[in-house]
């Protein structure tokens, strides 16, 4: 009966009983992850800079509610950075935990980022929404409760980093989130995967299987190197949807990409003068080609269409792809993704990055090795070698070292680095030490090695009259670590800093031992355990990331050219007078794709240690700082060797050029010194 009925035979208002049984059995209606996280989520001021209740843009409600879809068992998320994904993951698991509970993986790329999201999104998304009040302990003292996890009535949340393989394999979940999957290191799993059980992201997938069609697994991360981004390569494999917006003008309904195939559909007036370019820049219509205003295309965006282009898949995938085209005026304007653009297009690492973050799209590698031919017709006429002269825009020194044993040698190659990564070979040496008989001595033998500690100690005259030290110098443990190890420690040579934060260069000419990983996303791939170290009395072994540092080298190598007119060229490399033979090396190896679809670089070449001896030196610049260095810093390095009106005159200590300009030298028999023209051993 409903309350009229009662009134009208005398009661005033419905039993209490009644009251409690229509409570008990109304139906609720289902709210998909948009209209719920639209009613519950409250943004906080520790992660968003809007407060208040959440209102989600037109395009993000697509990729909400496939979440939610009962249909669909995976959501890919490929966009640009600060656009959707962590919201989307936050909004995910407090949707869970509220309405359909059970045990959650959220896997971190390492375990500080595991640390920072509880800390600062879930804990104040748990104090702020009241739907999820007494949901999750506000302690991590209580014994059920910690930071990285998390129970609730249900189910639990695990926070877990990719480098930690049996955090990944050892639980039994229902929904897995993977937040920036191509920060995984690309062997995640490690040991896991060394056991041949495959990768350790996918073991975590199995571990949902028991849950059958009610799991779900979201992978989420801006894209990074065709071929080799694992969240390109699972959009590839999704259904793969964009947003088609409506062009205010004709109607047509497009994707908005700043340029394709056709052009630039994000055009400027290229008349003014270049600081005045970006103001004048609009998205134009590609059918149409007439120019939109900031609030017209923020009207399009805001009612997109998401439409699959690959259907032949069995919709339990869901791809979704967007880039910084899609967001407010008030975030970005066409204005300001041209000026990032125009900044960063003469220089390669800078547009890599303009394309992964800003555009949303995979960086497409040359990765094949430049011709050798084309590389020597380029030679440069400075000095080099023990009478070398660092360019005025040559502000630090790296060395690196390689230990060959047929025939017993030491390898070593000095670099000069600049603004953008320009980079200078100052000199090529092949280190040898002979006995009294002529005979070679083995790697092991001390006067091998003192001939590298000279190297490492002598101080290098720069253009501008002052010297420089090398700063780091990198040498390969692969072949035989034990001298290595022996080198490392002599007094009075210094090591990194290890710390909390990671590693830290704290004096010139430190030694840092290292080795080659196939890492493809990162040049300082990885650092040797402490516990290990003490077995090698106090020796960490710094992982250099091969794959990503050779698809860099081959890139700008093939790109990246020195200018007629001597100005700054970011990202060149420049090659003295060297012989081909060094050429030959740097070009040993090609990139090839495996029929698995993993990169590998494939030698062709018998002398391939110019191209590791580039790579480490490649890794010392990094360890250094040459990726995350201010413009602040650059600017004290570069007072730092402004021009003297009267040269400095080199300590005793220093060693002066034995040898004409030019000319790089190596020990003979008999302690003389002979020419060896591109430092190697004919």
């Not at 029929?595 to 990094?622: C, F, H, I, M, T």
Request: aromatic share 10%; with cysteine.
């Amino acid at each position: 009966m409903t309350i009229e009925e009662f009134q009208e035979i005398g009661f005033p208002y419905p039993p209490p009983l009644f009251q409690e049984f229509r409570e008990v059995f109304k139906v609720h209606r289902w709210l998909n992850l948009a209209e719920w996280s639209e009613k519950n989520i409250v943004l906080s001021p520790e992660y968003s800079a809007a407060t208040g209740n959440l209102q989600l843009y037109g395009w993000q409600r697509g990729i909400f509610d496939a979440i939610s879809d009962p249909s669909i068992e995976q959501v890919i998320i490929m966009s640009g950075t600060q656009l959707v994904k962590s919201l989307a993951i936050m909004c995910a698991i407090a949707y869970w935990i509220v309405t359909d509970p059970g045990p959650i993986l959220l896997v971190e790329p390492k375990k500080d980022a595991a640390t920072q999201f509880s800390k600062r999104r879930l804990a104040p998304m748990s104090r702020d929404c009241p739907a999820l009040k007494g949901k999750l302990s506000d302690s991590v003292h209580e014994g059920s409760s910690t930071t990285l996890s998390k129970e609730f009535p249900g189910g639990n949340l695990l926070i877990v980093s990719a480098r930690t393989p049996i955090d990944l394999a050892q639980h039994t979940i229902r929904y897995l989130v993977c937040d920036e999957i191509d920060k995984y290191s690309e062997d995640v799993g490690g040991s896991v995967q060394r056991q041949g059980e495959g990768d350790a992201v996918d073991l975590a997938w199995e571990r949902a299987m028991t849950y059958g069609s009610r799991r779900k697994r979201v992978m989420a991360c801006s894209p990074t190197v065709a071929g080799v981004s694992r969240i390109g390569k699972a959009y590839q494999q999704s259904d793969q949807r964009k947003p088609y917006a409506a062009c205010p003008h004709c109607g047509f309904r497009q994707v908005l990409r700043f340029r394709d195939k056709t052009g630039y559909h994000v055009k400027w007036d290229s008349s003014v003068s270049e600081s005045m370019r970006p103001a004048t820049a609009r998205y134009h219509c590609v059918k149409c080609d007439r120019p939109w205003t900031e609030q017209e295309r923020w009207r399009a965006v805001n009612d997109v269409e998401w439409r699959v282009e690959n259907p032949l898949t069995d919709g339990k995938v869901a791809g979704f792809w967007v880039n910084h085209l899609y967001v407010p005026p008030q975030w970005k304007r066409c204005s300001d993704i041209t000026r990032h653009f125009l900044t960063a297009k003469d220089d390669r690492q800078n547009l890599k990055t303009f394309i992964n973050t800003v555009l949303a799209e995979e960086w497409v590698e040359e990765g094949e090795a430049p011709e050798k031919e084309k590389l020597f017709a380029r030679r440069e006429a400075y000095a080099f070698g023990d009478a070398a002269v660092i360019p005025q825009r040559g502000l630090f020194l790296t060395a690196a070292a390689d230990v060959q044993e047929h025939p017993p040698r030491l390898e070593v190659e000095v670099k000069a680095w600049g603004r953008g990564r320009e980079n200078w070979s100052i000199g090529y040496w092949v280190l040898q030490a002979f006995a009294s008989n002529g005979q070679e001595l083995p790697v092991t033998s001390a006067e091998l090695w003192d001939q590298l500690e000279e190297l490492l100690q002598r101080d290098w005259l720069h253009a501008s009259g002052h010297y420089l030290p090398i700063l780091a110098m990198c040498i390969d443990t692969g072949r035989n670590p034990k001298p290595v190890y022996e080198f490392t420690r002599r007094p009075g040579h210094r090591q990194l800093h290890y710390g909390p934060g990671g590693i830290k260069l704290v004096a010139h000419r430190t030694i840092v031992p290292v080795k080659g990983t196939p890492d493809a996303l990162r040049i300082i791939a990885s650092i040797s355990k402490e516990d290990a170290a003490r077995r090698r009395q106090g020796i960490r072994i710094i992982g250099i990331g091969t794959h990503c540092a050779k698809g860099e080298i081959f890139d700008l190598l093939r790109h990246a050219l020195p200018h007629p007119d001597d100005s700054p060229s970011p990202g060149c490399h420049h090659f003295p007078l060297y012989d081909m033979v060094y050429f030959e090396g740097l070009t040993a190896e090609v990139r090839i794709v495996t029929e698995a679809g993993k990169v590998e670089y494939e030698q062709r070449y018998k002398r391939n240690e110019p191209l590791d001896l580039a790579v480490y030196n490649r890794g010392a610049a990094s360890i250094v700082g040459i990726d995350r260095f201010t413009e602040e810093a650059w600017r004290k390095l570069e007072t730092a060797v402004e021009p003297l009106e009267k040269p400095e005159t080199p300590p005793a200590a220093r060693p002066e050029a034995p040898m004409p300009a030019g000319v790089p030298v190596s020990p003979a028999p008999g302690g003389q010194l002979r020419p060896v023209r591109g430092g190697f051993l004919r």
